[in-house]
């Protein structure tokens, strides 16, 4: 692997194709509106645009993920979600409903009430669109930037963005109001910022790096309240990599990082202090139909090792089934922790990665119902592939890099028929990724695209459609990162 040089950028031509080529993939494909996860946070910010309330009594039996509170005017229904994906969405729905003269005050609340599904599916996606698909998309150019810096290849960083982005169960949860994409999405941004901005002198003083990891690792608490732990791994990662910074520079960095995730963290509380009448309430204090939610604290006790097997090996859940991509990424974090340069990334990789799966371990519900793959551990799949970077710069045959992206592609079609169908796999199957994506969905053309869900094509014609619009954009992407792959080569060593 090369020296680390972060002189060496992600050439700006493929990152911003990349960037519109990620965020069109996780539009283009939509998840059911009324998956209990993705309603819930979809009724609560309808809740919170059309009638300024954090109740979801309205909407409440066409959910079973709420809360229940008794109160001084009775029993109410609460979403019993962290709120950061729902304050995503309000801006949203709020522009939504002005636009269209439409709210679902009009409509019937009815789960057989068509009208009411496609208002719920047009909200649902745009929430995505400038939501989860929106930070994943960034968070995608700033992998591609940060592997091609950590190894002076840009060929070695866009093989790290296009196997986090694609080639991942990220693709399909990006399509969902769940938290677990924006989550990982902003554990990246995080720490971009932090290794740019202690990669040098120069890049030291800058203001921007501090902010930007500070109110990526606050809003991550505000999406998914666990998202705590990972940050303070992150967080301690900053205060090792700045160790050398002069005092007063020192405590200008760390006071505006801190001051940045405290003002990411505000509309969190001050959602809580609107709902419950203080800001250190949750809904999750009201859980109703889980009974594994009054286990230790709310539902997380002690990793199991069953189910760690589980969500790693394992067929119905297992990570590397859905994903085999990221095992070259495992890889690559050892090549970090082996080379006194990148040890301390590599350290960080292996703890966030270790906090991730060992929370999904410790959770009563840990396979996470209907789940392709295990939701819950998808935060741990940036820096799984991080490592892919590495990797692919160490490859010296054309073989190997062949049978690399062979992988690589592999994972990517995975992904494909995973994010076209339906991520939400029901929890009776044992291995839900074959016998339901494939078998069940793929196989007779049932998609839920943009094309077929709002301009009336068919199936098969909305995802050929897809294809025929993402794949010249990636043979783009990778011929200009061939091109400025082989200039680096070509330029004269300094």
Known sequence: MSEPNTTVRAPHASALLLFALVWLSCVWFGSFELNPNNATRLFGALALVERGEATID?????????????????????????????????????AADRLAGAQSYDEVIDITNLRLANFLRLRLWLAVAFGSALLTAFATVLLFDFGTGLTGSP???????????????????????????????LFLIATWAIWRGTSGATELGRWRYPVMAGLALGWGVAVEFQAALGGLAIGLWALWRSRSAVWPMRWRLHALAVASAVVAVLPMLAYNQFAFGTPFMTGYRGVVGFSGMNQGLFGLTYPKPEALLGITLGLRRGLMWVAP?????????????????????????VGVIGIVLLLNASYAYWDGGAST??????????????????????????????????????S???????????????????????????VGLFAH??????????????????????????????????????????????????
């Open 155 to 185: 060929a070695a960083g866009l093989f790290a963005a296009l196997g986090y982005a694609l080639g991942s169960v990220i693709w399909g949860w990006s399509t969902t109001m769940f938290g677990h994409a924006s989550v990982a999405a």
């Open 373 to 410: 793959g295990p939701r819950h551990s998808v935060p741990a799949i940036p820096f799984l592939a991080l490592g892919l970077a590495p990797f692919w710069a160490s490859l010296r045959s054309r073989a190997a890099k062949r049978a690399a992206a062979a992988l690589l592609g592999l």
């Open 58 to 94: 309205r909407y409440e039996t066409l959910t079973i993920d709420k809360a229940q509170f008794e109160t001084k005017t009775g029993t109410h229904y609460y979403m019993d979600k962290a709120p950061g994906m729902t304050l995503m969405a309000a801006p949203v729905v709020w």
């Open 445 to 494: 053309g049932k998609f839920n695209t943009l094309a077929n869900v709002y301009w009336g094509w068919q199936p098969w014609f909305g995802f050929a459609l897809y294809l025929d619009v993402a794949l010249p954009m990636l043979g783009l992407i990778l011929w200009w990162t061939r091109a400025a792959e082989r200039d680096r080569r070509l330029a004269p060593s300094v």
């Open 325 to 349: 991509a990221l095992v070259m990424g495992g890889v690559g974090v050892v090549y970090w922790l082996r080379d006194r340069r990148t040890r301390d990334l590599g350290i960080l990789a």
């Open 412 to 438: 990517m079609i995975l992904n494909l028929v995973i994010a076209s169908t339906d991520i939400f796999a029901p929890e009776n199957m044992a291995t839900p990724v074959w016998t339901r994506n494939f």
